[in-house]
């Protein structure tokens, strides 16, 4: 490896980076590369039973967690409440600061458009509105020095966005779904008790780990398993021989308000890929 990358993953909840990008960070952290996650809101609506700073505090604490599991540099949880994000100059600003000061070269977060969680979609907006101020602009959150080259965008397809985003770039999640699936069990707060209360089967929550991993398979296949759309990109990057047999992968959309990479520089920046 000649040159570390630094990958940020800015979603708009805990638990999101990992289960929409948490197996291309672990693969970018077995590579040596560092991986950033941060959630913009703390998450304070994601209970059933818990509320207020228990619940925040939790959160917070689960998301270190699934950063160790997965290899994770940092993960920042911001003191926004859950379900008010709003596309501020404040929280521009903040974001702005949070990618040059891990001097990205590839920042993932949602689509800023489409159905889905308002917060998910307001996240996408915030990056989108912070982009061309990030690179070359110094009077821009003038506290922190500006980068000296955009980095590249790429957008995750939100649970609600999955029938009409682009899969331009596509990971192979495979050799790492194990480290995936830790980081979601990290998370047990929403995999265990808010997500299973929510879908009527909090009492089919199975004990041990094997048990769990299968459940978590099984219950959010939509977030974990290859699907039709992802094949034009798999078979590019892996050959159509062995993007035949991946069962788990990422997709990820290069965003139009952002540049596209030539092949030279997808080689580099997804070292993972054969392209």
């Not at 990958?7 to 948490?22: K, N, Q």
């Not at 770039?169 to 050799?175: F, K, N, S």
Request: proline residues 6%.
């Amino acid at each position: 490896m000649t040159h570390t990358l630094h990958i940020i993953v800015i979603a708009a909840h805990p638990d999101e980076a990992e289960i929409y990008a948490g197996g291309t960070a672990a693969l970018y952290a077995e590579m040596g590369h560092r991986v950033k996650f941060v959630s913009l809101t703390n998450g304070d609506c994601g209970h059933f039973r818990m509320s207020g700073k228990e619940l925040i505090e939790r959160r917070t604490q689960e998301a270190y967690e699934a950063a160790r599991r997965l290899g994770v540099s940092e993960y920042a949880v911001l003191d926004v409440p859950d379900g008010q994000l709003s596309t501020s100059y404040e929280l521009r600003a903040e974001v702005i600061r949070q990618i040059r000061e891990w001097k990205a070269d590839i920042v993932i977060t949602f689509h800023p458009d489409g159905p889905g969680h308002v917060d998910n979609r307001n996240a996408g907006k915030i990056v989108r509105d912070a982009a061309d101020f990030i690179a070359m602009v110094p009077n821009a959150v003038p506290g922190t020095p500006h980068l000296e080259k955009s980095p590249l965008f790429l957008l995750m397809p939100d649970y609600a966005k999955r029938g009409t985003y682009q899969a331009d770039i596509v990971i192979d999640t495979g050799p790492v779904i194990e480290k995936k699936l830790l980081g979601c069990d990290a998370h047990a707060s929403q995999f265990y008790e808010f997500a299973p209360w929510q879908r009527g089967f909090l009492d089919q929550v199975p004990e041990g780990w094997e048990q769990r991993k299968a459940y978590i398979l099984e219950g959010w296949s939509t977030f974990l398993q290859v699907s039709p759309e992802m094949l034009p990109a798999l078979s590019k990057a892996y050959g159509e021989h062995q993007a035949a047999r991946v069962r788990y992968a990422e997709p990820f959309e290069i965003a139009d308000y952002g540049r596209r990479p030539t092949d030279e520089e997808k080689n580099v920046l997804f070292p993972m890929l054969h392209v």
